[in-house]
């Protein structure tokens, strides 16, 4: 099927749209445009160097969590890694997510299902880190609540308090699926019961590999150390919207690029177009205008923080599939037979 014909990429657009409405509008053109012109990009250049080690952080963090299946090295993980973060950028609903395990998977003549358990554990430390770093922001320092900005704040509020109880509760069901393993195959042949014989045992296989997947939650040591990666890959991020906000001017103490960050991150999981566009710039904007940020700072800064994110990976990306001689055709592939895999 056509993206294009898919309800969930229009949905995804009419967030992107909305949101853009509401960033752009009332916008002082000029001084937009001479925030641009003046901003000192000299900042950019630690910004790039941070971010990017980010990524050699996560790649890192994904040998640890692959460990357990096998133990492959890091510069093998890069490319896939990459990869799917750049479909991510092009493509709606993180189809990068698929893309990776599928790469990974086919590579290292894995399976596929145990390669995608991996994935769903990174996007759980990924949660829990962007949640714990904007609750310890919360608490110790209290946001700006005005009349002027208590819809958003309250906003925030409530994406917090959702994204919380998704990723504790994914977490807590990832650990006891590992935990109660046994207990976790007979509820999902209890469930698939009702399926032709040829189905049960298809599913049979593919959860008991996803479980296999997740066998690095028995191991304490390097959960921790996964952890541990995962905070020191999102401070990169938060250190690279730092000096950028630096770019612009805005010398904040760190926490406040901390809840930035957050907030972004967390905002962006409202389906949208490809590369998060829309939510991104409503949640970064709304963001900085509670610290006394005018608009016409603000978006120009949080368009760039953007580019920032979105531009080198892509590129980074764009390499692996000329040097892999991979197409968008195989990776589309690869998501709907990684998708079907996982869902089956």
Known sequence: MSIF????????????????????????????????????????????????????????????????????????????????????????????EFVGAYIVGRRENMSKSSVFATVVMQRAYDGLVMVLF?????????????????????MVNTVLNITTAVFVLLFAVLFAMITWKELAVKSVRFITAVLPEKWRHGVDRIFQSFLNGLGVLRNRRDS?????????????????????MRAFGLAFPVYVSIMLMAVVNLGIMIPSSPGYVGPFEFFGVGTLLLFGVSKSVALPCVLVIHTLIWLPITVWGFYYMWTLKLSFKEMETAEQQTQSSASA
């Not at 994904?62 to 896939?80: A, V």
């Not at 209290?142 to 704040?153: I, R, Y």
């Open 5 to 96: 014909a898919k309800k969930r990429f229009w949905f995804g657009f009419f967030i992107t749209g909305f949101c853009l409405f509401l960033v752009f509008r009332q916008v002082d053109v000029q001084s937009l445009t001479r925030a641009l012109l003046h901003a000192d990009y000299e900042w950019l250049l630690p910004a790039l160097a941070v971010y990017l080690l980010g990524y050699m952080i996560r790649v890192v963090r994904w040998q640890y969590l692959l460990r357990n299946i096998k133990d492959i090295p890091w510069p093998r993980l890069l490319p896939p890694l990459i990869l799917s973060f750049m479909v991510n950028n092009l493509f709606p609903a993180r189809a990068g």
């Open 224 to 244: 921790l150390i996964a952890f541990i990666l995962t905070v020191l890959a999102w401070s990169g991020e938060t250190a690279a919207y730092y000096f950028i």
């Open 134 to 154: 904007a609750s310890i922001v919360l608490f110790f320092f209290n946001l700006p609540h005005t009349g002027n900005n208590a819809k958003f704040v309250n």
